[in-house]
């Protein structure tokens, strides 16, 4: 437990950084917002109303209305559970396979470790949005598939952390010593790897949670990923590209909620590394 | 140096041939039968199996992906379905537009990324630091096609200092000679086309460039920080150099490697995000033609863009290697660090 305390004092130091609480607080009031849209947004995402069609904000409808006549503020509040989500599932994926692929290669070293190490290196010769769209490509345009599209990009970034902290892991007095008496590899990769990736890792899942945000909702204004009427923020934007003359309103809001979101995620990752890295 | 760059290259091979199986595999991976796909529910079964016939899709894999690769070596990319086009022309033809797009992006990401972080390193703690760094998070965070819409309606739609879309007035187009118009205009001695190239290029350079400006002023910033604190830095202080002298000659060229890595890094970003750019300011380039063969289910045609974006990445990034050998003679002559 002694390397448990090592990133603990880091993390209480990391939550008194002032941009990582401006990144949390952003990142909460998202949460509120998935949380809370069915219940207090004024009204139907979906619910079209062609007779109040390009509405300007006024008091019935803060933020105006699309080219559909929905209203834009109820969209923007449910998008937060959709942009969420989608961030949550693709981290979740590069973590799990990505972590899971440099845990084992990195512990094991060799053959394997050479080979899936070479095809890491392919699939960072690929721009991530590129290989997102290429994903996307093979499996038909939808918010799930741009979810394990964007899932798929950082799953290089996840195994080259988890194996350089491997790596440097096996290497510690300690760890020879608790081989020596006979740790079996659970043990050692339980007790001695897998808390010293905790903080890096923390690090990583923030910003890759910022960048799968942003990525997904350019797939989604590409039109590969959530498809109409979603209310994604993304998509919405890709609607709104053909109202910039008639209603620019539907071009603020949902921007602005992903570059708040992102800020969010990419404050409190940026924080995050400022008090765990040592060397900082 | 040979050696070096010998070495290098050899390390190539492998990553090269792995995008080469990837792109490949692309095809395969279609739930279905891709040439059914590509044509369409309604095709008739004969055209579908003279597609198959005429892809090679009748054949074993390993004799398909021998005949990719050495079709492709020999520059061969097949036809696409849409269009019947060689694909290695289609492309050909619309690499200039994104290259010159990336090229100015980059132009703009480090012309104003290297002095701006220097200066905020320079000043730390200071209100231009707190500036740029602010700034630089925002520019991360900022999703490029909400910006482009941004700038289109208030350079564009507003004020109308720019054009909405494409790379020139069509009534001051000029002859085609290299593809890249910035050049054709010059060849041309056209200097009103050259301007008005440069107003329909601003806007999505821009955009292009506000994540890599970002992204290389923190770290030019941090390396230059890093610098900074070095002994022979405060020699040089000390011998009463100018600031500029020192920034200029003593910090920035030890600062230069990881800017440089992040330069090389950047380049790959630019190529991925021409597809957004170019798809908001409808410009005729190989990301959106890239999009709008995703659309069609253009298989041929996305594995050519595929590989063809991830062979320039990985030429960049091995430019980069090496210009690090000539700025850093440890890393030549000791070879194994890059």
Redesign the interface.
Known sequence: MIRFAEWHPGLRKGLRHR?ALVGLALIGVFLVMAATSPLVAPRDPLAQNLAQRLEAPSAEYPLGTDDFGRDILSRVLYGARISLRVGVVAVAISLFIGGTIGLVSGFYGGTLDLLVM??M??LL??????LA??V?????PSLTNAMVAVGITGIPVYARLVRGVVLQVKSLEYVTAARALGAGDARLVLRAVLPNCVAPLLVQTSLGL?TAV?DA??LS????GAQPPTPEW?AM??Q??EL??DA?WA?TA??LA??LS??GF??LG?GLRDALDPRA | MVGYLGRRIALLVPTLLGVSVLAFSLIHLVPGDPAQVMLGERANARAVAELRHEMGLDQPLPVQYWRFLSAALAGDLGRSIKTREKVSVEMTQRFPATFELAVAALLIAVGLGVPLGVLAARRRGGWVDAAVMTGSLVGVSLPIFWLGLLLLLWLSVGVGWFPLSGRIDPGLAVPSVTGFLLVDTLLAGRLDSLFDALRHLALPALALGTIPLSVISRITRSSVLEVLQLDYVRTAWAKGLSERVVLAKHVLKNALVPILTVIGLQFGYLLGGAIITETIFAWPGLGRWLLLSVQARDFRAVQGGVMLVALVFVVVNLVVDLLYAVIDPRIRLTGDEA
């Open positions: 941009g070479r095809l290196d392919v010769a690929f721009p991530a949005i590129l769209i290429a996307v490509a093979v499996l038909g910022a942003l909702a350019g204004f590409l039109g590969l993304g934007l890709s709104g590209r910039i003359l620019p071009l949902p921007g992903i570059l992102v800020l990419n404050l940026d």
